[in-house]
């Protein structure tokens, strides 16, 4: 396709990773680029040399650019204030911040969004909320969408907006626990075992949740030969994502439709857990982030 199909640039630059978008007036996706170039491993200042890098000769035409995730952090290249929920699409478009590079490219950032639950805690999201847009579309109704990852985020989203949401700190729990506790010592790699998981999920329900004791029969049972060492992890998993659920199920409408926002190996552990909850749930649509930006784009009234 040629660039006059595009209308849009779109930038989701998290963490670990930068996706670039094309994105067309109907909001499909031209062309992508994906680098390992996430704010971790952008030395101080170099933020602007690897916009060029990757977006480069898409940007010369004055297109619109916006970018959303941890790049609008304090540790990103332009940090952005968060507005607080509820937020929606016309939310976000009215809370955007202008930037202007030394190239002279304007950049629009997303702001995050956050949050106070029950007790008062702040909660924060950044770039989550662009993929939620991006997934909840024109939807009607209560959904309540899920995306898993090192830190898990349940959003309740209503005619659109994000009422509320609340992060799960589920794969940085994880991994600690494998790699920096006793728990990890008898766990061998093995094909993956769905059995040994939902033994772990059944294992944290019937605890409603409560699994500080059961943590340790990820020890025990190995050590009985009651699983395999090669299902440790499996059930070590299944443990901790389901006491996340009991945590999760219990602050969000009981018949509403939950939403997996993820492809990925964690997105089917996400959907098995649910079924085994009885939650039916689905996936959402692939380019969530891209589809975020675009819509972001037309309620600030700056596409092309």
């Known amino acids: 396709m040629h660039s006059h199909d595009t209308a849009l640039i779109g930038l989701d630059w998290g963490t670990t990773s930068l ?12 062309e992508r680029r994906e680098t390992g170039d996430g704010i971790l491993s952008v030395p101080t200042g170099g933020f602007e040399d690897v916009f060029r890098a990757v977006v480069g000769a898409w940007a010369e035409g004055g297109l619109p650019i916006v970018a959303s ?3 609008t952090s304090r540790n990103g290249w332009h940090e952005t204030p968060y507005l607080t929920a509820p937020a929606g699409p016309a939310d976000i478009a009215g809370g955007l911040v202008r930037y202007r590079t030394h190239g002279g490219q304007e950049i629009r950032f997303v ?14 999201m950044r770039g989550e909320e662009t993929q939620i847009v ?3 579309g024109e939807a009607d109704g209560t959904i309540v969408f899920v995306l898993p990852g090192t830190h898990s985020k349940w959003a309740v989203v209503s005619d659109g907006r994000i009422t509320g949401f609340r992060t799960f700190m589920s794969g940085e729990v994880y991994a600690a626990l494998r790699d920096h506790t006793i728990l990890g010592r008898l766990m061998q790699p093995g094909p993956g075992s ?6 772990g999920c059944d294992k944290a329900r019937s ?4 699994i500080l004791n059961a943590l340790f029969s990820a020890r025990t049972l190995p050590l009985f030969g009651e699983i395999a ?8 998993s299944g443990l901790v994502i389901g006491a996340e659920f009991v945590e999760a199920l219990g602050g969000v409408p009981e018949k509403a439709p939950i939403v997996i926002a993820s492809r990925s190996d964690l997105a089917e552990r996400y959907l098995r857990t649910a079924a085994s909850f009885g939650r039916p749930t689905r996936t959402a649509a692939d380019d969530t982030a891209a589809t975020g930006l675009w819509r972001i784009a037309r309620a600030a009234g700056i596409l092309t």
């Open 19 to 30: 996706r670039a978008y094309r994105i067309a007036a109907d909001g499909a996706v031209v």
């Open 69 to 71: 995730g941890m790049i």
């Open 111 to 124: 702001p995050g969004v956050m949050t106070r639950g029950a007790d008062g805690s702040p909660d924060v």
């Open 134 to 136: 991006g997934a909840a």
């Open 194 to 199: 769905e059995a040994a998981f939902l033994k």
């Open 207 to 210: 605890r409603d949740g409560r």
């Open 229 to 236: 060492e090669t299902e440790t992890a499996d059930y070590l």
